[in-house]
């Protein structure tokens, strides 16, 4: 089968497996226990069925068994014995196009681990070849003692010999028990209606294996905010440093009492506890933008009045549960490894790791060379109005309109305005920076006495520039929500494109204290296009 060399090699390069639990695919694991995953997909084809799945030997030896894996022990199933499936179809769920093998749609309908119940099973593939194979399920909803029998192999040729999948009497049988009972994913919770409705997939069975996969949308997860009495347990802590409980870790705090930020004028200033805890409390508005990035940190660990540094590097001091990517391209004097915050507990160690600003790359670390944004900066000169920043950002609007491309624009929490465009795959970072630098030069050609394309910010005259360089791998932007090194901790705030027409609207508008009003009232307008496979027009 072509591109098999290595199939899990992009899931691996995502995870540092002795940091996380899960398992790293048997190679990787010499020794292993014989068995592997199984999963069970509903499969609404040309006939409804589910595609029965168990790991043997590197590929998904399947059988088609149309009404269902029962648990009823007195209830025999038909199981058409089809082809090997490759690894990577495991967690599909989405969509075959009609006119393709097996056209319809796909859902997980459970998934775990399958072991082997005696010795003669162990060697699953020579079991299967002999017609019987005995194994224990580990499922979310099948569990206990199965058995699949051959019972005719009159067409063998065709690989569609008739079996039947049954489950032993044993504590987990359960009488009468029928899959069509629970239509729901284990892997999403939705339905097939759903899933066909609005798929984040789609399967091209006429690609290798590799590359059959075509996301349609990232799905991004969810997460969850600290506790009241986690909040609390920070506040109690002492100055000095202490241990902080959060959700599934145990975080070592220093200098909770140091000042980052001066106050702005009539407040408070913002200490590290203010940062700590900010961190936490954003997660769940920040981390759609980080978890699956590389991350860049610029950090201020005495303080905002003092210079800031970028930080790429993660230290050899790091817990092991952080979250890392290796930049297999790096030279040996470069950054090795990232951090990838993909936790509330992430956030509230790089706080107190003094990072400020995190800078997500445009890239993910599915493939680093291709970026899932095009970013469009507005970065004002000291000569520009602010009424001369919003007419910029406005001309951004009308350009993107007209293109019909969907963009949000951000406030930067220093003076500049940003507009993040979602991209499908498949672009390079030549592609999103020649395509900004083309929208800015137009934009500048009908403003050019508020435009400067000098490289120095000594020959720009005070005038903006409209920066599309940081369209490239490893160059950054700020992250939404991110604080920014001035008085009072201000942050960067998507807003909607009428906001600009708000006569209260500031890019440093909202601080760490009162951008969650801000959440409360209006959400937050550039998540619902995050991952969203939009393809750049051609200009
Ligand atoms: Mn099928």
């Keep these: 089968m072509p591109g098999r060399a290595d199939p899990l090699a992009t ?31 509903r499969h609404r084809a040309t006939r409804l069925h ?49 006119g393709e093998y097996g056209g319809g749609d796909v859902i997980v309908w459970d998934w775990g681990h399958w072991r082997p119940a005696k010795a003669k099973d162990a060697d699953a593939a020579k079991a299967i070849a002999k017609g019987e194979l005995h194994f224990d399920l580990h499922g979310e909803r099948l569990q206990g003692r199965f058995a699949l029998v051959r019972t005719d192999r009159s067409a063998p040729r065709s690989g569609k010999e008739q079996w039947l999948l049954l489950h032993k009497h044993d504590e987990f049988a359960v009488p009468g028990w029928d899959a069509e009972d629970i239509p729901q994913s284990v892997k999403s919770g939705r339905t097939n209606d759903e899933v066909a409705a609005e798929p984040s ?63 702005r004028a009539g407040e408070d200033p913002v200490t590290k506890r203010d940062l700590v805890r900010y961190a936490a409390q954003i997660g769940p508005w920040l981390l759609p933008y980080l978890w699956d990035r590389p991350l860049n940190l610029h950090r201020y660990p005495n303080g905002v009045g003092k210079p800031g540094f970028w ?43 003094g990072a400020i600003e995190l800078h997500p790359w445009t890239s993910s670390v599915r493939d680093s060379h291709e970026p899932t944004w095009a970013l469009i900066d507005v970065d004002p000169g000291p000569k520009t109005s602010w009424d001369e920043l919003l007419l910029l950002a406005r001309l951004y609007r009308t350009a993107l309109d007209h293109m019909g491309v969907e963009g ?46 000098e490289w120095t910010k000594s020959d720009r005259k005070g ?27 201000p942050v960067s705030v998507p807003i909607e494109w009428d906001e600009l027409d708000d006569p209260d609207l500031r890019p440093d508008r909202w601080t760490t204290r009162t951008v969650f009003d801000r959440l409360a009232e209006r959400g937050d307008p550039l998540r619902p296009v995050i991952g969203r496979q939009q393809r750049l027009p051609s200009l």
């Design 311 to 353: 930080h790429k590097e993660v230290p050899s001091h790091a817990p092991e549960w952080l979250n890392r990517w290796h930049n297999d391209d790096a030279d040996p004097d470069e950054t090795q490894w990232y951090f990838v915050a993909d936790s509330v507990p992430a956030l509230a160690w790089l706080a107190n790791y």
């Design 463 to 489: 005038l903006a520039r409209l920066d599309y360089t940081q369209n490239a791998r490893n160059k950054t932007l700020v992250a939404p929500f991110s604080p920014r090194p001035a008085a009072g901790a």
């Design 201 to 263: 997939s789609l399967w091209r069975s006429d690609l290798p294996a590799d590359k059959a996969e075509q996301q349609l949308r990232v799905e991004v997860p969810t997460w969850e905010p600290p506790t009241e009495d986690e909040l609390a347990a920070l506040d109690a802590l002492g100055g000095k440093e202490g241990e902080w409980a959060l959700q599934d870790r145990v975080l070592r705090l220093t200098n909770l009492d140091k000042v980052l930020f001066p106050g």
């Design 408 to 453: 949000q624009p951000k406030v930067t929490g220093q003076r500049g305005i940003q507009v993040w465009v979602p991209i499908a795959g498949g672009c390079s970072f030549d592609d999103t920076r020649a395509w900004v630098e083309t929208i800015s030069r137009a934009i500048g050609r009908t403003v050019p006495e508020l435009v400067s394309w």
């Design 50 to 98: 589910y595609d029965f799945r168990l790991e043997v030997d590197g590929v998904l030896a399947s059988w088609a068994v149309p009404k269902g894996p029962t648990l009823d022990p007195d209830v025999r199933r038909q199981a058409i014995h089809v082809e090997d499936h490759p690894i990577e179809y495991f967690e599909f769920e989405g969509v075959i196009p009609k």
């Design 11 to 41: 899931y691996r390069r995502m995870r540092r497996f002795e940091a996380t639990p899960e398992p790293a695919g048997d190679e990787a694991r010499p020794g292993a226990e014989p068995g592997g995953r199984f999963v069970v997909q």
